[in-house]
């Protein structure tokens, strides 16, 4: 069987790594080391993983934004990919081009909405004002631009992520 | 005065589940009262009775002290635990309960009216003879009166909620330009969070420490303090970290500040629970901050330490039963720590972060209590407090109470919403926090520092932890996990045991 | 002596977590090992390494002292910590380990050699003046010298495991005719469990309390006596709850039998933790029964009263450091009580009840603490003790410790295996129990009556447990369950509420 | 919707009880009453009821041979069935008719078999021990009978339930 090469993206950095399973084992092979090791899954979402003797637990959990794996007490955002899925990604409105989507940071009510669209806003000036737990949260234009569309009123309901207005 | 048979609980999340086990254990029936966010909470699912009272926004449920005192007259409960927060401070709603015959669980309405209030206390402690911070002794009632005495007593000032608590409703202010403003947001802060929009001013003591006295008196004139505990790292006036005995107050000290706190007591004809406030400066100078009149989301430090329950003793209070110990008998052993796990992200200022609990696995092990009210599949809702949980480590002294609660955080997971689990452990880790060196401006200065990286124990980058990550990563992603039930060895496993036991 | 940097944990379970955990505290790298059946075990997640030593049974796993001996010294360990069972009381692997400049964490092998074998340490007791029971003092060679023997002292009489330890290897002999065949089981069970068949008799001393003395030495020849604890309630001579402090001892009995333990522990040149186990009568005269020369099973409570911990304590001593106090220092505080949850199934006539915990919700609250090793999906192996975890609750005083272990017995949940939950809480209910008239044989004599029934809170038929547990039964049934995230009311939920609140 | 009429064995005795769905609420008819109840599913297996104001935590769990129902400390055992296949249960050998068999109590390794084919034995008679966690246990005929059937040999692993012996 032959290895099975994959790029990881681990907190923003690119790691490629190609992995081998033999019989419940895995080899990895990393930075020109072939390294066997012992993998044990307790109960969904959660590995225990034996390498060379070291023992980690990593614990599988998802954002609707993301994917992290905690070893231990340390958190990684992690996004496996081969180079044309993330190429794929790099198209994405919001990463790279003129378009920017400004998303709810938490659920919770629009409390004010500070634009309309046609608006110019500049870079750091507030668009709409979210409550949620007793507390007021301003999200504000990552750049200088226009926007070219308002999704959410004062007193919507908005989920973590929604999209509440579109930047140009 | 008979012993209590019901007890309903008028509040929510951790401290509701831990009246309810109090009960219990005192062969008490707890009734619960829950908000349709709350209908799953774990107080519902494991009290006797429970009874909705509304939606999920607090003015509409845990803040109807009119549908609460109909609900406990109608199930026939005879008294009313209030924990903190809601209803807990409120003078009218102690009123109530005892017009109806029912028994409230904490002071007399004329001490919490002389004492809950911030501004009147402030009077009291002066008739008391006990040393304040100077400002006003009476509710603001306009933006020219607070810019006078600010003038009077001098920058920087703080704006409090009189009424206030958890540091909703405070703000601090260095320039009389920010002041109108700040006083219309507190106002309405605090109209928000208590239902009185009454603000008061006082002068901003620099770095002092937040160190407060535990109080309990019984009805038969009987006052004692349990020894002190020090809330100093806070972040926007919200207890973060507490511990019990403070680190900078010697058995002198404890006397002093405890004796004050007595006298305003007496002086106010105080009876169960409470905490008087004080302000700590470099000196050791205390100025009284405020009474608590109620029981402390921190009071489990104090139980730690002193070895009692302080809600058995509430209700032991309420029920007319003298306190069970002297002054003399009460002796603080050991050191508590406790840190509380809020629903917020750090890492972008602190958003709270509501949403479904996808992941929960707890810690343990020796010395370690945590007063929980979530679970694996809980909603936590937008509409409260963003507290989940308060994660407290008993050991014989200071350092290994840090080093065990520090264990703990690290064996704590979380899933499906931020939490600031990674903050707690940052502080914990931090050389001036093991020193103590520590006042309410400590954690604030702390954020504004850059994180530390955490030294991994990896010798190499091949097994640093983000390489473990990954490999994580695609194991998972990889169709099917090996079988958990699988006990043979491969060859593979063999040779990675040959190879770690070669190194 | 230099401080240690990396433990090997040389047991598996809720002793191999709990001691994981104490060397993280200190700042110690710990290092599990693991047979085939704990592969995916807790104390093997948690570790910073971890090896495989063999198959599942003990005898190619856990007892393989060589195999152990060898990942410590291949993982640059510089101490083992054996636990309890297992190697604990293993003179031959405490001196290899020794021999090979390896820390094992215990009394020197000396020590172990004077008073881990029972025939040796009676022989030792009769040195120090301590009372003890008639029997012999080394271990029996034949039937015919047993029956000689107890017949001699007279009947009933006690057969013994001079390696032994949790009740295996022992039988009470009430007629001649029984003595015989029961020797030879005895042995047998005796050389499977301990790899040692030596067999003792003594005189079995009618209705006696179990009750121990923790002690505690230092390299330096300070020994401390920890207080004591009550192990009365037994199976088979199997403790299943313990207690401390004892009910009957009062300060007077604590310092006779605490001083005579010490006197022991000088005479045979002790040091590191280790306990002193008596028989007391009615009448308070207390017979020295054996020494356990490690760590108990139920160290927890004696750690709750006294606010040590004493793996902490135990690491320090191996570590050469002194006491860190004095006799005069430990002060007992508040009870604790302990009960072990096994998976064994008491309703029909305690069979093992290995296989996979499919449910696990546990308790939590104030005073209570855990010293567990499973968790929701593990398998509870078929080759080990049955021992599940250790509940302990800590009040002020017994009887709330006992009112606040009975709510979380309560709370508990173990589904997919039986255990004895429900047997735990009856005794916990039981007047005799909760008035502590508690002895050895208190436990078999409960059991031999029937269980009484629990009272129901319900009013009618209606709404009794089984008419909500068939309700609940229907509706589990019924295809998909209410959404979870639903808040809205339905008309019936109001209903619900409506007639809840007209009763 | 009419009410769904069911009977469910608990602890040994039959209830028959009537249930009726409504909008995420439920009805039961019972000894001639109609009882709303509330029900909420916090997590799978578990049920919270609101009953006339009381509270019920209700935990299902399932072994190889029962469903066990706690409601708060109280365990139940129930099957719901009606009428016909609770007939059919009966027709189940080992529960009324003339062959029994004798199962494994718990998993574990045969120790010894201490009958064989065509033996008769006596009420209480040992038949099988087996060890588990280091205790040997002596399965017993549950009255006296002939043994016809003999499926397992010292040394043998046995899962919980597993059929050793049937005796006629």
């Known amino acids: ?168 | 005065m008979a012993s209590l048979r019901k007890i309903l609980i008028a509040n929510r999340g951790e401290i509701a589940l831990r009246l309810l086990r109090a009960c219990r254990e005192l062969g008490i029936s707890p009734v619960a009262v829950y908000s349709d966010a709350d209908r799953g909470a774990l107080h519902v699912q494991h009290a006797d009775e429970a009874y909705r009272l509304g939606p999920a926004p607090s003015v509409d449920s845990y803040l109807r002290g009119d549908r609460i005192l109909e609900i406990a007259r109608q199930c026939g409960a005879d008294a009313i635990h209030p924990g903190y927060g809601f209803l807990s401070e409120n003078v009218e709603f102690a009123e109530a309960c005892t017009a109806a015959g029912i028994t409230f669980i904490g002071p007399p309405a004329s001490a919490m009216r002389e004492l809950g209030s911030k501004t009147r206390a402030r009077a009291a402690a002066d008739r008391a003879q006990m040393p304040r911070t100077p400002g006003s002794v009476r509710g603001l009632t306009s933006a020219e009166e607070a810019l006078t005495l600010a003038k009077e007593i001098g920058y920087p000032v703080m704006l409090k909620a009189a009424a206030g608590g958890g540091g909703k409703g405070m703000r601090a202010i260095q320039r009389p330009e920010d002041l109108p403003s700040a006083l219309i947001s507190a106002s309405d802060e605090a109209a928000r969070a208590f239902g009185s929009g009454e603000v008061y001013l006082e002068k901003l003591i620099e770095r002092p420490r937040h160190i407060e006295i535990q109080l309990l008196a019984d009805q038969h004139g009987n006052v004692v303090y349990l020894g002190e505990r020090e809330c100093s790292v806070q972040r926007r006036h919200q207890k973060v970290i507490e511990e019990a005995p403070s680190a900078v107050v010697g058995p002198e000290l404890r006397r002093r500040m405890g004796e004050a706190a007595c006298r305003l007591a007496r002086e106010a004809g105080y009876v169960n629970a409470g905490t008087v406030e004080f302000l700590v400066d470099e000196a050791q100078n205390f100025y009284f901050l405020e009474v608590n009149t109620r029981l402390q989301v921190e009071h489990a430090v104090t139980e730690l330490v002193t070895g009692l329950d302080l809600v058995h003793l509430q209700i032991a209070v309420a029920e007319g039963k003298p306190l069970p110990f002297t002054q003399e008998q009460i002796v603080l052993r050991g050191h508590a720590v406790e840190v509380r796990v809020y629903a917020e992200d750090p890492d972008s200022a602190f958003l709270p972060s509501p949403g479904r609990i996808t992941r929960l696995l707890r810690p343990g092990g020796p010395g370690i209590r945590e007063d929980e009210g979530v679970y694996e599949g809980w909603e936590v809702p937008t509409e409260y407090d963003p507290m989940l949980s308060k994660l407290v480590a008993y050991a014989p002294d200071r350092a290994t109470a840090i080093a065990r609660l520090g264990c703990a955080l690290d064996e704590y997971v979380i899933g499906g919403i931020r939490t600031n689990l990674k903050l707690l452990r940052r502080v914990l880790d931090d050389a001036d926090f093991q020193a103590a060196r520590i006042d309410t401006g400590y954690l604030d200065r702390l954020l504004a520092a850059p994180a530390p990286v955490r030294p991994d124990a990896a010798t190499d980058t091949a097994t640093d932890s983000a390489s473990i990550a990954a490999m994580a990563a695609v194991m998972f992603a990889a169709p099917a996990a090996a079988p958990t039930t699988t006990r043979a060895q491969t060859p593979w496993q063999h040779e990675a045991l040959r190879r770690g036991l070669r190194r």
């Open chain 1, 1 to 168: 069987m032959t290895p099975l090469a994959v790029e990881v993206e681990v907190d923003g950095t690119l790691r490629r790594l190609a992995l081998e399973r033999n019989e419940g084992g895995w080899v990895v092979h990393m930075d020109g080391r072939a390294i066997p090791v012992d993998m044990y899954e307790p109960m969904p979402g959660v590995l225990s993983l034996l390498m060379e003797g070291r023992s980690y637990r990593c614990v599988r959990t998802v954002m609707a934004d993301e994917e992290t794996i905690a070893v231990g007490p340390r958190q990684h955002r992690v996004a496996v990919s081969d180079p044309r899925s993330l190429r794929a990604q790099r198209k994405r409105p919001g990463a790279g081009n003129g378009v920017l989507q400004i998303k709810a940071s938490m659920p919770g009510r629009v409390a004010r909405v500070l634009v309309a669209p046609g608006d110019a806003v500049l870079a750091h000036q507030g668009v709409v004002v979210i409550e949620a737990m007793k507390m007021q949260n301003e999200l504000k234009a990552a750049r200088d631009g226009r926007i070219v569309e308002l999704r959410v009123a004062a007193g919507d309901k908005v989920a973590s992520g929604q999209v509440l207005a579109v930047l140009e």
